[in-house]
Structures are given as C-alpha cells and as structure tokens.
C-alpha cells in the first residue's frame, strides 16, 4: 500500500500544460479484507490522533459490513435503520477524509461519536456487546491505547513500563482499521498478564471473529449534485449503476498529469463489460477557460473520449467528495460504496497504478451482490434472531 507524500510538482515546460498534481501518486487499498484510514494520516498527524481516529471510525465501518451485521444477528429492520443513519453521517465524515489533521481528526470523532448515539438506539445490548468485542479484536495495539482497556485491566507499574516498551518499539501507528493482533503479540500480552487480568481480557475480546473474510467500506459514494451538462450520456446517478463496478474520475482538459491517464482511461472504457463496469470522469476546470463547454466539448472529441462525463463547473462534486487533486480515480462496489482511490497520474515515475486498479476492480467485481442484508433478507423473508436481549 502505498501513502501519499506531498512532493513539489515537476516544474511545467514550455508548451506544455501546467502540472496540477501537486505530489507524488500514491493509491489508498480499502478493498475486501482491510480498510484503509490513509486518508487521515496528513502531514504532521500525531500517532495520537490517528489512533483516536481510528477508534471512532472503528464501529462505523464494521457496521457497513454484510458479514459483521450477520454475526451481531441483525434483522432487516436493524439493518435498514443502522444504514440510514450511516450514510446520513457518510457524507460528512467523507469530506473529512483529506482534512488537516489536528481539526479534522476532532470534527470525524465527534460525528462518530454522533452516529454510534444513534446506533446504540437501534442495538440491544447483546449486540452492542459483540460490536464492543468485534472492535477491539480488529483494532490492534492502537485500539489498546484508544481506549480504557488497559486501565480496566488494573496493570500494575511494572506491566504499565512493558506496554509503553512495546508500543513505542512498534514504530509508526498502523493506518488500516481492520488488523487483528499478530498471533505472537496476544502471546506476548497474555505471558505478561495474571490469571485474572487474562479472563477480564478474554471476556473483553468475546470468540473470534473471520475479519479476512470480510468487507468494510469507509463510505457511500456521494451523490451527484448540481451538475451543468453531460457529455456523451443522459442525465444519471450513481444509483443507477447499483450492481456494477464504477469508476469514476476527476480531471480537467487543461491538466497535462490528467490527460496522460486518458489512454488507460480509453482502454478500460473498452475491455471492461458495460454490463459490469460504468465510468464516469467528472470535469472539474480550475480555469477561466476549462469552464467554457464549447472548448470542453472540442478536447472531447478531438481526444476521443467516449466515457460519459459530468460537467462540475461549480465544484459541488469536487466539495461534495473532498477531493483536492486533478486527476483522482476513485472506485465504487456494486452496493455504492468508495472502496479504494488513486491520487495523481496513473503512471507517475513507473507507478504501476493501471495494474493496481486493474486488481481492486477484478476483486470487486468477484464479490457477491446483495444490496443490503436489509434488503436481501426482505427479499427472502428471513429475520436472524439478534444474540442478547
């Protein structure tokens, strides 16, 4: 996985078209098993802080998953109100994912901490319990230092010395959410605990749970919003592609980092099966003249580009997905969610993102499609009896 690293941009060459990819490519893997909080490592963030992140955003994520609602026994009614309240805070927590670190880690701990007031309503108190337990195991050392874990165990001076030891030999704070504890460290913790602290631990953890096996989306795509034309396609929505892999992309004619993604961009249009895969760049001009669509339309055609594309020359889509670099690539499962992006051109100094993309999009189109448990279990009937009471 690789993380972005703000680097100064190439400096621009006569005749050539200004750079507007301010550093270095890199690509955020969010797909299948792990997820990704890359997004809120910015520059400057403390191990703190992306700890503290990492925890609120913790529960979030694992409540969008299908196999996760079907552990904790969700029915259709708990599943369809959980998701409501998750994608009305979607869209917030979304913008935040590029945000400054220091006020935009406080701002997604407080909508977290919002949306999880409101799930606590919908859960009984079994299954919070196991969402508590399904936590911890997924959150690794950090989630041991995000939380009150430690102090309930009672450690004594000499345990509190090895753990602050062990965690600052760990180096650098794991970015992924979804990371259950190495087999050697819950050896390492449990040879330095006593006998009741390990029964307050196994009590904390509950069983194990198959997180490899799992899906944890960071958010619903947002919506479009506002857009002023359309080239090459009728008015759509996202929606409208529920069941297919979307790739969509930001870009503006004017931007040379941009127009080297075409050719793949040209190339994944035609291989990929409409059927399965729909893609959609969205033209964001950063320009007087990229907002003219006389000269848009012209750089269409004359560039041969056939992919549909939405005309953003307001910026809401821009504002709406906290984006805040041309070119951007992002990809959408088949239930709507953003599942992994790419900053930057796609071949950047050999970057090998034509072939990384490539893999998260044969991976996503592998994954099974039911719209929602909620959904799926309306369809069948079917109503799993929540555990606890």
């Known amino acids: 996985m690789k993380c972005l690293k703000h680097n100064p941009a190439p400096n621009p060459q006569p005749g050539v078209l200004p750079s507007r990819m301010p550093f270095a490519p890199g690509w955020i893997w969010l797909a299948v098993a792990w997820l990704s909080l890359g997004a809120w490592r910015a520059p400057g963030a403390e191990a703190p802080e992306m700890r503290q992140v990492a925890a609120a955003r913790l529960p979030l994520a694992l409540l969008r998953s299908p196999e996760v609602q079907a552990e904790l026994g969700l029915p259709a009614d708990q599943v369809g109100a959980i998701e409501a309240i998750l994608e009305k805070a979607d869209g917030p927590l979304w913008r935040l994912h590029d945000a400054p670190a220091a006020p935009g880690a406080e701002r997604v701990r407080a909508l977290a901490a919002q949306a999880m007031l409101e799930v606590d309503a919908v859960l009984k108190p079994g299954q919070r319990q ?12 950090e989630i041991l230092q995000a939380t009150n874990l430690l102090d309930r165990l009672q450690l004594s001076e000499a345990q509190h010395r090895r753990f602050e030891d062990f965690f600052a030999a760990q180096g650098k704070a794991d970015s992924r959410v979804v990371r259950e504890l190495p087999e050697a460290g819950q050896r390492w913790v449990l040879a330095i605990l006593t006998g009741p602290q390990r029964a307050l631990l196994s009590e904390a953890l509950g069983q194990p749970f198959p997180f490899g096996q799992g899906r944890y989306p ?46 793949l961009y040209v190339q994944w249009f035609r291989e990929f099966p409409p059927d399965r895969v729909a893609m959609l760049g969205v033209h964001t001009p950063e320009t007087d003249g990229e907002h003219d669509l006389a000269a848009l339309k012209r750089s269409v055609q004359e560039r041969g580009l056939k992919f549909p594309i939405a005309v953003d020359n307001h910026q809401e889509n821009w504002s709406a997905w906290g984006n805040h670099i041309w070119p951007a690539v992002y990809l959408i499962d088949k239930r709507g969610y953003v599942r992994c992006w790419w900053y930057g051109e796609l071949a950047w100094r050999g970057a090998k993102g034509d072939a990384a993309l490539r893999s998260q999009i044969q991976q996503l189109l592998a994954e099974d499609y039911p719209l929602s448990r909620a959904r799926e279990a309306g369809r069948a009937g079917m109503s799993p009896k929540p555990p606890g009471s």
């Not at 002023?228 to 503006?252: C, M, Q, Y």
């Open 130 to 141: 196991r969402l508590d337990q399904l936590c911890l195991r997924a959150g690794g050392w």
């Open 218 to 263: 960071l958010a619903k795509a947002p919506p479009l919003r506002e857009i002023e034309a359309w080239i090459n396609t009728a008015p759509v929505r996202l929606s409208d592609w529920e069941g297919k892999v979307v790739i969509l992309h930001f870009w503006t004619f004017g931007c040379i980092n941009c127009v080297h993604n075409f050719p």
